[in-house]
C-alpha cells in the first residue's frame, strides 16, 4: 500500500521530490535538533493523485488521523478541544520554491466553543479573538472561495469606524465581532457555514492547498521559472505556535547574507506581536531583524546561532522564517534563499575562500542569465516611476533616447551628438543604420527572435519588442500608449531586461562587471567574483565558444570577451547602406557583361571587410557564410516603389526610369514565401558569378593578410544546403577559385568548406552531406522554423501567447532548444556526419548558440563549439563550463 503522510522526524533534505523542499527543510531542522514545532507532510504523490482523479488517495484520510493522534499525544491536547485546544497550521510546499503562489490557513481546529477555552489558556483574549479571524478570513478565501477582498474591506471599515491606524487598534470585542461579520459573509457568498468541526477542517485545508497547485498565479509562476506542471505540492500540517500573543512575542524572515549584495551578516525583517504572514504582507512596518538584540537579546542571540548552523549545514545561503512565542523561538522554515545575481557570484566566492564548496560547486550556482544581467547598465529603480508600456526584454540593459520614427532621423540626431531611441511598428534591414546609431530598439510587434531583437543582440543594443500597448504612428511622428503621446524628439527610458518602456530620463548605473570584460579592469569585490567564476569555467569547459560577427569592430569586442574565432560572418550585412546601389546594379544586369561589372566593382569592397576581420581574429578560425538572404530583399519596398510611381504619374510627371526597373525586378522576384524560396545554396547556383566573386575577395584577403605577417584562418560556409550534390556543385567551385587565386598570388589559399545544417532533410542526410563538408554548423533559428513548420516573423505575435497559457510551450523553441524535436535532428546529424567523416568539425551559430539550457544540450550532442553575439560570449563560456561539470549532462559524441 502506497505511503502518503511522514512525520518531520521521518524525513530529511534529500526527501524533496516527495515532502516538498520545505517539508524536507523541515525534517531536515527536526533531525538537527533545531528548535521546530513538530508536525508531519502530506507527500507530492497524493496530491498528484488527488488532481488526476479529483478524489483523495486510499487510506490518506486514514494516515492523517494516525499522525495527528500521534502529535495530541505528544502535545496532551487535542486538536480543538473546548479547553486549550491544540491549532494546526495547513502550508504548501513544493519541491521547487513558489514563494506565495499557493494557500497556507492558519489556527486550524478554533471555532465558536474552543476559542473561548484559547482565551482562557493564553490569558489572553484578544489573542484568541485575533487568531479566530485569521483562521475564518484564510478558510473564506482559500477553501471556500470567498473574494479575499471583501474581507479586507470589513477589516478597513471597522479600523476606521474606531479610528484604529492598524490592527492591533482593534480590541478583542472589536474581533469577536469581525468574526460574526466575516461568518455571515460566508454564508451569502457560499451559501454554507463556516466549518465547527476541526477534522472538517483540517481535511478542507489539506485539499485546498492540493488544488491550489493548479491556481492561476501558480500556473502563470512556473511557466516563468521553467518549472513542470506535473510535480504537485506537498502539504506541511504543523503545530501553531504564536507570535501574536503580546510584545514577548513575534515573527520575522531572516537570511543568512544580504541576499542582494551577498555581503555576510544577518538581514531581515521582524514585527511585534505579529504572526508570520503580517510581515510578508506588509500590514504593520516591520523593523530590521539587528533591533530585535535590543528587545529579545536572548531570543536574537539563539537565533544568531541557529542560522550559523544552517547555513554551516547547507553551505549556503540560508532563508528563514520564525517565530518567538512568549520568549521562545521556534524556526518554521529554512530554505536555500533566492538571490539576485550580484549576490549570487559574490556568495559563491565567498563560500570557495572560507572553504565551504569547492571552486564547480561555485561554478554550479552561478548562470549565465545572471550574468547576462549584471553586463549591462540598469536603472536605479528606486527613482523609476510607472511604465509607460511593457513588452519583451529582447536584449537586455539599459537606455535612454530621444524616441525618433526612422532609420534616416536615428543617424541624422546621432551624428549631431543627441542620443536616440529608435522606435518601429517592427524593424527590417532597412534600418540597420538606424540601429546602430540607437541607444536602444523599441517596437510594438515582434519577439524575441525578430529582426529587431536578433540584430539588437548581436550589437548589445538594449531592445524592447512585442510592446503591444503603443500605437505607433510612423507619418504623425509619435506613439501613444495608455492615453499619453509620446512625440518626436521627447526623450524616454527603456529597459530591456524588465521589457518596460519609461518616460522622461530615467537615472542609469553602470556595469562594472561589462568594463571588466571590456577593459580588463579588475577591482575587488563583484568583479573578483565573476573572474573567478570565468577562470574555472574556462577550466573546465570543452566547448569552444565563438561569435557571430560581422565587422572588425564586432569581431575585436568579441575577441575581447573571450571568442575563440567567428563562428558566423555573414556578409549580407555587407551589401546594405551605401553599397545598395552596387547591389542593385547586380540585380537589374541584363547582360553578362553588366553582371560582371557590377561584381568587379563590389569585390574590392567585400575583400576589405574581410581583410579587416580576419586581421582581428588573427590566429583563430573566421566561419564566412556566403550571401544567404533573396536578392529582393536589397531592393527598395514594393509598395513604397508602387506609391512613388504612382504619385508621379499623378502629378502629370514622368516616373523615374530607375524606379521603375526596380519595381519590375522586385514583381519578378517576387515569392509567396521567399524564406523557403530562393535563398542560400539556390541562389548561389542560380546567380552566375556570385559565389566566385565572394570566394575571390575572401581568398585575396587571406592573400593580403598572408603578406602582412599575419595569420588568417578563413572558413567558407555554404548556407541552406538540402542535399549533398548542392553542396558538391558549389565547393567544385569555391576550390577552382581558391586555386585561381593561389596560381596568381604565388600564396597558398586552403580554406575549409563547409555547410550550415539549418534544414531537416539535411539533418537526416548529414552522412552523405559530411562527405562533401569538413565542418557542419548548425542553423538552429532555420531548422526550428523548417522543423516546427513556423514563421518566426509571424508566429510569435500569432499565437505564441495562447501556446504558453494553454501549457503547450514552457519556453519558445527559437529561444531554447526544442530537445525532443530539433534536437534530435541535431544529435542524428552528428551521429551521422561523425560515422562519415571522424575528424568533422561542428558547431552552431543560430541565436540558441547564447541560451544558457541550449549550450547545455550542445555540449551533451558533442558539438565542438557555440557561436553567439558577442556580448553572449562570456555568457556561453560559463555556462559551457557549468554544462562541462552538470553530471546530467553526458557528451556521447566526443
Known sequence: MDRYVYAFTEGGRDMAALLGGKGANL???????????????????????????????????????????????????RLGQPDDPLLLSVRSGARFSMPGMMETILDIGLGDASVLGLAKSSGNERFAWDSYRRLVQMFGSTVMGVDSALFENAMARLKQARGAVDDLGLDAADLAGLVETYKTLIREETGDSFPQSPAEQLRRAVLAVFESWNGERARLYRRREHIPDDLGTAVNVQTMVFGNLGPDSGSGVAFTRDPATGLPGLYGDYLANAQGEDVVAGIRNAVPLTELEQVDPVSYGRLRDHMSTL????????????????GRLWMLQTRVGKRTAEAAFAIAAELVDEKLITPDEALARVSGDGLARLMFPRFDTSAVGEALAHGIPASPGAAVGAAVFDSAEAVRRAAAGEKVVLVRQETTPDDLPGMVAAQAVLTSRGGKTSHAAVVARGMGKVCVCGAEEISVDVQGRRFTAGGITVEEGTVISVDGSEGAVFPG????????????????????????????????????????????????????????????????CRTEHMFLG?????????????????????????????????????EAMDGLPVTIRLLDPPLHEFLPDRTELAVRIAAAEA???????????????????????????????????????????????????????????????????????????????????????????????????????GTMIELPRAALTAGRIAEEAQFFSFGTNDLTQTTWGFSRDDVEAAFFSAYFDKGIFKVSPFETIDRDGVGRLVQIAV?????ARPDLKIGVCGEHGGDPESVHFFHAAGLDYVSCSPFRVPVARLEAGRAALDPTEHSDSR
Open 578 to 614: 551605401e553599397r545598395r546601389p552596387l547591389v542593385e546594379a547586380m540585380i537589374l544586369a541584363r547582360t553578362d557583361t553588366d553582371r560582371e561589372r557590377a561584381l568587379d566593382a563590389l569585390l574590392p569592397l567585400q575583400r576589405q571587410d574581410f581583410v579587416g576581420i580576419l
Open 505 to 568: 530620463a530615467a537615472p542609469l548605473v553602470d556595469s562594472v562587471v561589462m568594463r571588466y570584460f571590456e577593459t580588463g579592469e579588475h577591482s575587488a569585490g563583484l568583479v573578483d567574483a565573476v573572474a573567478q567564476a570565468m577562470r574555472r569555467a574556462d577550466g573546465a569547459r570543452r566547448l569552444g565558444v565563438r561569435a557571430n560577427a560581422d565587422s572588425p569592430e564586432d569581431a575585436a569586442r568579441a575577441r575581447r570577451f573571450g571568442a575563440e574565432g567567428i563562428g558566423l
Open 311 to 326: 547555513e554551516t549545514h547547507y553551505r549556503d545561503l540560508c532563508d528563514i522564517e520564525f517565530t518567538i512565542e512568549r
Open 27 to 77: 525534517a531536515e531542522m527536526t533531525r538537527m535538533g533545531l528548535p521546530v514545532p513538530p508536525g508531519f507532510t502530506v507527500t507530492t504523490e497524493a496530491c498528484r493523485v488527488y488532481l488526476a482523479t479529483g478524489a483523495e488517495p486510499a487510506g490518506l484520510d486514514r494516515e492523517i488521523a494516525d499522525h495527528l493522534a500521534a502529535l495530541e499525544q505528544a502535545a496532551g491536547r
Open 651 to 753: 502629378r502629370g510627371v514622368q516616373p523615374d526610369a530607375h524606379d521603375v526597373e526596380l519595381l519590375d525586378a522586385v514583381g519578378r522576384m517576387h515569392e509567396e514565401n521567399p524564406m523557403l524560396g530562393l535563398r542560400g545554396v539556390r541562389l548561389g547556383l542560380v546567380a552566375p558569378g556570385l559565389v566566385a566573386m565572394q570566394v575571390r575577395a575572401i581568398a585575396e584577403a587571406v592573400v593580403e593578410r598572408r603578406r602582412a605577417g599575419g595569420d588568417p584562418r578563413a572558413e567558407i560556409m555554404v548556407p541552406l544546403v538540402d542535399t549533398v550534390e548542392e553542396l558538391r556543385i558549389v565547393r567544385d567551385e569555391v576550390e577552382h577559385v581558391l586555386a585561381g587565386v593561389s596560381e596568381a598570388s604565388g600564396v597558398s589559399v586552403d580554406c575549409p568548406v
Open 831 to 835: 551521429a551521422e556526419g561523425r560515422a
